[in-house]
């Protein structure tokens, strides 16, 4: 940028500024970070001005004092070099630094406390499932991937951030001044960054429609409320997957749902089953699809994936992910707060061979999902979040307390 386009881009700047416009503070800090505005020629004085008035737009929030202290320096750094300089000035940008330095200390403490001394080891969930590399690590990093990239905030939206602005119009245009984006909330994002999530490394169709299955292999269901049967299609009818019998439903019955799976999508999956003419890519979707199972209007699709864990101080809460509907489907939710009650008697005998076992729980993360109201087909991409487990404290380990009764 040359020095006269600086110049006219300041004076619009402060021209924004004097009116009281709502986007003067995101375009004067892009500016700022954009350009060496020394390079470019602009006077001391010109700079010190635009960042006095970009300070005073900040919004006056705790997570924006950092920002506010580093343009501060910054003037107090130019101020000699420009006509303002006096001793009063000074002393005022000073006191306005330390302030600032001081409210940030306060901010910081708070926000990240020296943690309470505890004498018991950090709490241990210990997995057992055919695919662990999957599930514990690729599946992870791909999930990060898909939150950071349906949420990421742009640069423009980023500097939005910083400011409250005036007296506010409607600009529903002006991106200048958008700044209401769910991955700029950060609880929003730390239920998705920060939590564990069970996927598959092939695409899914769930419908009431039998046209277009995935390429891997399908199930159909018949499905509704407190009720589910496993069927086969064979010679144009629907027969029972169990013994065979053919039975008299018609293919656009509503209650029909059908399952489908792809072939492996994710390039770092690895598997090894144990039917060799099955290629590879087919291998592990075929597995799954054997212990596809309903209950009720849900699918139940087993992912494998033991939990050990240790029941008097850790529940686990597993839920459908969190972006789930925009694929129109709902999760089931559950707590874990201790081993199956209705498992088969090896399954128990199995949770005392090993010295790790003592006195864990076990449970497994399956995958229940149901066609969200009013929708007839779903299709999720592979390596898209489908379950989310979040540890959380057992319910004797913790309770609310009023305020007011608090020493």
């Not at 406390?113 to 695919?131: C, G, K, M, Y």
């Not at 969190?322 to 707590?335: I, K, R, S, T």
């Amino acid at each position: 940028m040359e020095l006269k386009e600086a110049r006219s881009y300041l004076n619009y700047l402060l021209t924004l500024n004097v009116r009281g416009e709502e986007a003067f503070g995101p375009m004067a800090l892009a500016f700022i970070k954009d350009y060496d505005l020394g390079a470019i020629g602009l006077e001391p004085e010109e700079r010190f001005g635009l960042l006095m008035a970009t300070i005073q737009s900040l919004a006056d929030e705790p997570k924006r004092f950092s920002l506010k202290l580093n343009m501060l320096q910054q003037t107090k750094a130019l101020l000699s070099q420009t006509r303002y300089s006096n001793t009063e000035l000074a002393r005022q940008i000073d006191y306005d630094c330390r302030k600032t330095e001081s409210e940030l200390k306060i901010y910081n403490d708070a926000m990240r406390p020296n943690a309470r001394a505890v004498s018991e080891e950090t709490q241990q969930l210990i997995v057992q499932t055919d695919v662990p590399d999957y599930f514990l690590d690729v599946a992870q990093k791909r999930a990060s991937e898909y939150f950071q990239n349906q949420y990421g905030l742009s640069k423009q939206a980023k500097t939005a951030q910083h400011f409250s602005g005036g007296p506010r119009k409607f600009e529903p245009d002006n991106t200048d001044v958008h700044r209401e984006f769910p991955g700029a909330c950060a609880p929003f994002m730390n239920s998705r960054t920060n939590a564990f999530h069970m996927m598959m490394p092939f695409d899914i169709k769930i419908s009431k429609k039998p046209d277009g299955p995935l390429d891997a292999g399908s199930r159909i269901f018949y499905t509704k409320f407190g009720y589910s049967f496993p069927l086969a299609y064979e010679m144009d009818k629907l027969i029972s997957y169990q013994d065979g019998e053919v039975l008299d439903i018609s293919l656009d019955d509503p209650n029909l749902l059908f399952f489908s799976v792809s072939r492996v999508k994710e390039k770092d999956f690895q598997f090894q089953g144990d039917k060799p003419n099955v290629p590879p890519e087919f291998a592990y979707p075929l597995t799954v699809l054997e212990r596809v199972g309903t209950l009720g209007t849900y699918v139940q699709v087993v992912s494998n994936f033991k939990i050990w864990f240790d029941a008097a101080r850790t529940s686990i809460l597993v839920t459908g992910a969190p972006d789930l509907y925009e694929y129109g489907l709902q999760g089931g939710a559950g707590l874990m707060t201790r081993s199956h009650a209705s498992d088969k008697i090896p399954a128990y005998a199995e949770s005392t061979k090993e010295p790790w076992q003592e006195g864990l729980s076990f449970n497994f993360v399956n995958i229940h999902l149901t066609l969200s109201p009013g929708t007839d087909t779903a299709v999720v991409p592979y390596n898209t979040p489908l379950f989310t487990v979040y540890p959380v404290h057992a319910r004797p380990n913790f309770k609310f307390m009023d305020r007011n009764k608090m020493k």
